[in-house]
Structure formats: C-alpha cells, structure tokens
C-alpha cells in the first residue's frame, strides 16, 4: 500500500523560510516524478513544483527563485524549500508521486501571517 506523508508544515512571518517534507513508503520511489501542489483557501489546487526522475525541476511562475524542489532517494523523500515567503503563500500544500499511477498525501497547512 503507497503512503505518502508530509510534514513540516506551521505559521511563519512574511519573508521567513520553511521546509516541508513528504515520505513515501510502499513505492520504488526512484522511479517516480515528484509534484508538489497547494491549495489556498476559496481556491482551486495548483501547481508549484516538479522533480522528473533525471532530475529535471519546474515551477510555477509565482515561485520561481523562492522555492526549491529537491529529493533524497535513500530516504523516499520529497523536500520543498520554501523562502522569502509571502502571505499568499498560505495554502496547505500536497505531494505528488506520479509515472503511470499518481499518489496523493493527504496535505500539510503552511500559514504566511505576521
């Protein structure tokens, strides 16, 4: 059974950094492109960032030069740093393994507020 978990997720100031993680377990996770999505509140989930397996990244225009997607395969992990951040940012943010299935966590709360 495929488990994905995140964590790391919390309340921090305008232009602090956080890092969220998310664990797979039950998967060759080497194998696997990484996703990472959010949803804001009122709003539909949208995509922030991408891993391929070579390891080729992608993001979202509205995170370009803040965030940084990063994986560790000796630990099935996902990372996404993020820094300088903004209200804006406040979502609850999801992983994504995907290749010919996807996988979903279930998400993590992260809140931008002074």
């Known amino acids: 059974q495929v488990q994905l978990v995140e964590s790391g997720g919390g309340l921090v100031q305008p232009g602090e950094s956080l890092r969220v993680s998310c664990a797979a377990s039950g998967i060759s996770f080497s194998n696997y492109h990484l996703d990472w999505y959010r949803q804001a509140p009122g709003k539909e989930r949208e995509f922030v960032a991408r891993?391929?397996?070579?390891?080729?990244?992608i993001y979202a225009d509205s995170v370009k030069g803040r965030f940084t997607i990063s994986r560790d395969n000796t630990k099935n992990t996902v990372y996404l740093q993020m820094n300088s951040l903004k209200p804006e940012d406040t979502a609850v943010y999801f992983c994504?393994?995907?290749?010919?299935?996807?996988?979903w966590g279930k998400g993590i709360l992260v809140t931008v507020s002074s």
């Open positions: 891993m391929f397996t070579d390891p080729t990244t």
């Open positions: 994504r393994i995907f290749r010919v299935a996807d996988y």
